[in-house]
């Protein structure tokens, strides 16, 4: 059998896709339902810093009796320039599936191409798939179904942007984004999304009538010299709690975290008393879970 890999939402079945948020919902519920995964081992490769993701994979393998194994790419091979076709062969022989973080998305395509193993982005440049799974559970969670819903996407059309795109089209919600003109997210994308997807310049005429507000900080990893720039160009997209009047009564925000308060979100919003963004983030754990069963299964 061909080995499943998951570097966006759109590399899994539809079906699959939805049926790992359902499960991660139900070992929310229920962690003993978790099968086992003794035996098997994770190996996470990141070129990237990470809180959410890393404790998430490795929380997730403890929890089902598996193994992770972290290479920072500073203290592995790959950083002194051993190719990654060679160490992709390698370290498909010892694991049992590899999670990356990395900059160039090409570069997970590399090792998917050399892999034996399922390869999981745990963040690139362009995509956050994983993310994704936690937003959709949170979500549902909190409101139900999200087909057929509103969702504005507020800030920059940065890999958490399009990777909303993907879900827009999984999902089967409809996706407003508001990004100033030089900071859209990529036109092929966008198309490819079709009636689902509008991208607008304006966060106010975005937010009108949604049921979930999302963004995400203005300069991602990797974009660290450009911070003042982009601060001076996303003045206007602060979600504010102004902001979020706009919206539905009932609309829920959320952030994939790290946040900065005052810049992309207002510290009232993030640390409103009903603010998911916590729920959110333990989600990564949950629907981490669910994607490792499903492709340890393979
Ligand atoms: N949201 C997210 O991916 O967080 P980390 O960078 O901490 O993994
Ligand atoms: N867009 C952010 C997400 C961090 C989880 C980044 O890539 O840095």
Redesign the pocket.
């Given at each position: 059998m061909s080995v499943q890999h998951f570097l966006t939402l759109l590399d899994l079945p539809r079906a699959d896709v939805l049926g790992i948020v359902e499960r991660a919902i139900e070992l929310k519920r229920d962690p003993s339902l978790a099968g086992s995964q003794a035996r098997k081992t994770l190996g996470l490769i990141f070129e990237?810093?990470?809180?959410?993701?890393?404790?998430?994979f490795e929380v997730a393998m403890t929890q089902m009796q598996g193994a992770s194994l972290f290479l920072a790419t500073s203290d592995s091979q790959l950083g002194r320039g051993e190719p990654i076709s060679d160490t992709a062969q390698v370290l498909s022989r010892m694991v049992d599936c590899l999670a990356i973080?990395t900059f160039e998305h090409a570069k997970l395509e590399q090792f998917a191409a050399h892999s034996q193993v399922p390869i999981i982005n745990?963040?690139s440049d362009d995509f956050?798939p994983?993310?994704l799974l936690?937003d959709m559970q949170t979500f549902i969670e909190h409101r139900g179904a999200i087909s057929g819903r509103r969702v504005a996407w507020i800030g920059d059309g940065n890999n958490?942007c399009q990777s909303y795109i993907n879900a827009a089209a999984v999902f089967d919600f409809e996706l407003l984004i508001a990004c100033p003109p030089e900071f859209e997210p990529k036109a092929e994308l966008v198309s490819a999304g079709g009636e689902r997807v509008s991208v607008l310049h304006d966060p106010k005429q975005a937010v009108k009538d949604v049921d979930l507000v999302v963004t995400d900080v203005w300069a991602s990893?990797g974009q660290e010299a450009e911070q003042l720039k982009r601060q001076q160009a996303f003045a206007d997209y602060e979600v504010t709690p102004d902001l979020m009047a706009l919206a539905n009564s009932d609309a829920l925000f959320m952030h994939?975290?790290?946040a900065h308060r005052g810049e992309e979100v207002s510290a009232q919003v993030l640390d409103a008393p009903d603010s998911v963004v916590w729920d959110e983030?333990e989600n990564?754990m949950h629907s981490q879970k669910a994607l490792l069963e499903t492709l340890l299964a393979h």
């Open positions: 990237k810093s990470s809180t959410r993701t890393r404790a998430a973080r745990a963040l956050h994983c993310q936690a958490m990893m994939c975290l790290p983030a990564r």
